[in-house]
């Protein structure tokens, strides 16, 4: 139990996939400017991680069975795309509601690092199935914490007047970089939190 | 980019369904196919370079050597365990590759241990930590407090870490610890 | 498709010389600077100079090479399977470097990890390939894959340069600040990574706009995330020009605003904000 806490914890603060691993940037700078956005991004690419872990690991399983590891890559972002597209259409049939708030993401997490990196990531850690499925869900919610986050600090920024250069993304960027360093006082967390 | 043929008229419906799935599965195959190829080629020379980079490094480690023999590397963590030998065939040293989860991914290292039980010699090999930061292990400044040290489990307090660099310090000294287990085994 | 060289500018707008797509990339559509596209990769690996040239070099080839290979295939391809078929394409190409990197420059495997194998879903490949590929010859493909490559490639090794160069005071593994500075360690890790590019984007667009009145400049760099985005966002046919980010920001609030994700806002006040917001977009939001 605690060696899933850990994990969890791991994805979600030490190890954030947006603040520390640069997975994901293109949705959180482009999406998180209202807070709403910023919810249903994060929710999107939690769910579409934990489903595509699901899929990506057994299929690993196979590939190494049969000593296919070169094709990892192809197989894990076409099983992602075509996951996201089922995905897609089985929330328009059977869950309208959803479909109509999370659904408009979704295109967007297709070709998004983070799916990708984490289905990755998850193999490399060595994890067993039960562990991927844990960190998928941590990144998740680690993604959605900062995209939170940020959209704070992006109410923010909309008040603010910086020099012509800096205006839209320059500025974000720094805002982004501050937000960063507030993560860096976690990295002692883990260990201390769940024995060295 | 239209499924149109060269008339204009509209494709039969089966045609229109059937040829993108087709046209699809011709691609992976091809793709598929070439990539085997290419693998073919270079896995054998990547596993090459690879062993070719490890006996340099055991090379490096234990000098005086003339052979090394494997030895049995059970301990999590360890991924290769030899024993060096001298011309006679006395083994003259321990060599363990251990790694332990840092930064950016596994930190290997290389320890030679000496018969005496005390570390000949270590060095920090080739990984994915921050350059300029993690990387820093594989300075003597760090590396180096090893050396010497009786092949025994070492605690945090004992060791100097790299400033800023705690991670791949720490993952080092896991690593120096896993090597020190897989020795106790074979020794 | 026209000829790769036409004799002058003075015809088309839309008709664009060898050089012209060649230099494009550089600058003015430079896709981590200008365009903000594959910014995972200029974010993670521009600590050192060596990891960021070879970044940069890799997808270089990944783009000309998937740009050629779509070029070559576009009239083949049909329409609903070109995502996954260019997917394929793209992640074939990617492999190869991956495998060719792992066994001949095992150094810069270590080094990269595991943002080789994302250079699959780098915004900048597949963009290309569905906005200039498919609808070009490879001649021209080529170039323009390796216009836009050579562009990300300088940048990323401009941001390697500076960040090695003031985190870790060497460039290209060589000492070049004396021993006796401490070098600024943030400028290595996350953190700096945001703030170089932060500055970077805002010294380029001063560039680029020096000299010009205070009404272009509002511009700012808002080249839209969505221009190289080939997915169906509901946008007619989306072009380099048409397609502002904006706008499908906007689209996703409206829609997240009437889907009343989190109840706390009836959704009029949400399209009186949007409105205010566009207003102000062009300036403000990037």
């Known amino acids: 139990m605690a060696e899933y806490a850990s994990i969890l914890f791991s994805m979600i603060l030490v190890n954030n996939f947006v603040l520390v691993k640069f997975l994901g940037i293109c949705p959180f700078l482009g999406v998180s400017k209202k807070f709403d956005s910023a919810v249903g991004m994060g929710a999107a690419v939690t769910l579409v991680m934990v489903l595509a872990i699901a899929v990506t690991w057994p299929l690993q399983q196979l590939l190494d069975a049969w000593g296919l590891q070169y094709l990892q890559t192809i197989v894990f972002i076409l099983v992602i795309a075509t996951l996201v597209q089922l995905l897609e259409m089985a929330m328009k049939r059977f869950l309208p509601p959803l479909h109509a708030s999370l659904g408009v993401f979704l295109p967007l997490i297709t070709t998004n690092c983070a799916v990708l990196g984490v289905a990755i990531l998850t193999i490399d850690e060595g994890y067993d199935y039960p562990q991927a499925l844990v960190a998928g869900l941590g990144a998740g919610l680690g993604f959605l914490l900062a995209m939170v986050l940020f959209s704070g600090v992006r109410r923010t920024l909309e008040e603010a007047e910086p020099p012509e250069a800096f205006r839209g993304m320059p500025i974000t960027l720094i805002a982004a970089a501050i937000t960063t360093m507030s993560f860096m006082g976690f990295s002692g967390v883990i260990d201390h939190l769940f024995g060295a | ?187 | 498709m026209a000829a790769a060289k036409t004799s002058s500018q003075a015809g088309a707008p839309t008709e664009q010389t060898s050089r012209q797509i060649l230099l494009r990339g550089l600058l003015q559509e430079n896709p981590a600077l200008r365009q903000m596209l594959g910014l995972c990769p200029t974010l993670a690996v521009t600590t050192a100079v060596f990891n960021g040239l070879g970044m940069g070099l890799a997808t270089t080839f990944v783009l000309v090479c998937s740009e050629v290979a779509v070029s070559l295939l576009r009239k083949v391809i049909p329409s609903s399977v070109r995502i996954p078929a260019y997917i394929t394409i793209i992640a074939s190409f990617v492999t190869l470097v991956m495998m060719v990197v792992e066994a001949y420059l095992p150094a810069l495997n270590d080094a990269l990890g595991i943002y080789l194998p994302l250079i699959v879903v780098n915004c900048i490949v597949l963009g290309r390939a569905e906005m200039f590929a498919s609808k070009h010859g490879p001649a021209q493909a080529a170039l323009d894959g390796l216009g836009m490559g050579v562009g990300f490639t300088l940048s990323l090794v401009l941001m390697s340069a500076i960040r090695e160069l003031l985190g870790a005071g060497t460039l290209c593994g060589l000492q070049v600040l004396p021993p006796f500075v401490e070098p600024m360690l943030i400028m290595v890790m996350p953190a700096g990574g945001f703030a170089v590019l932060g500055v970077l984007i805002a010294a380029s667009v001063w560039f680029e706009h020096r000299g010009d009145h205070a009404a272009d400049s509002t511009e700012g760099p808002s080249r839209s995330l969505c221009a190289a985005c080939p997915l169906d966002c509901g946008l007619a046919d989306p072009s380099d020009e048409d397609c502002a980010r904006d706008e499908l920001v906007n689209k996703l609030e409206a829609a997240v605003a009437k889907a009343n994700l989190t109840g706390s806002n009836k959704g009029a006040d949400k399209v009186a904000d949007k409105d205010a917001d566009e207003g102000d977009a062009k300036g403000g939001e990037a």
């Open chain 2, 1 to 187: 980019m239209s499924s149109m043929n060269a008339q204009g008229a509209a494709p039969a419906p089966l045609l229109a369904t059937v040829r993108p799935i087709v046209v699809l599965v011709v691609i992976c195959a091809v793709a598929g196919a070439l990539l085997g190829a290419v693998h073919d080629v270079t896995a054998p020379v990547a596993a090459r370079n690879a062993e070719a980079r490890a006996q340099l490094t055991y090379a490096e480690l234990v000098p005086g050597a003339a052979s090394f023999e494997d030895a049995p590397c059970d301990v999590e963590g360890c991924t290769a365990s030899l024993k060096a030998l001298d011309q006679a065939g006395n083994v003259v040293a321990y060599v363990v590759v251990a790694q332990s989860k840092g930064y950016g991914g596994q930190v290997p290292i290389a320890v030679a241990f000496g018969t005496d039980g005390t570390v000949a010699g270590i060095t920090a090999m080739s990984n994915s930590e921050t350059p300029g930061l993690g990387t820093k292990i594989a300075n003597d400044s760090y590396i180096g407090q090893y050396v010497g040290r009786a092949a025994e489990p070492t605690s945090a307090e004992s060791i100097d870490m790299i400033s800023g660099a705690t991670i791949s310090s720490k993952a080092a000294l896991a690593a120096f610890n896993v090597a020190v287990q897989a020795y106790e085994e074979v020794r």
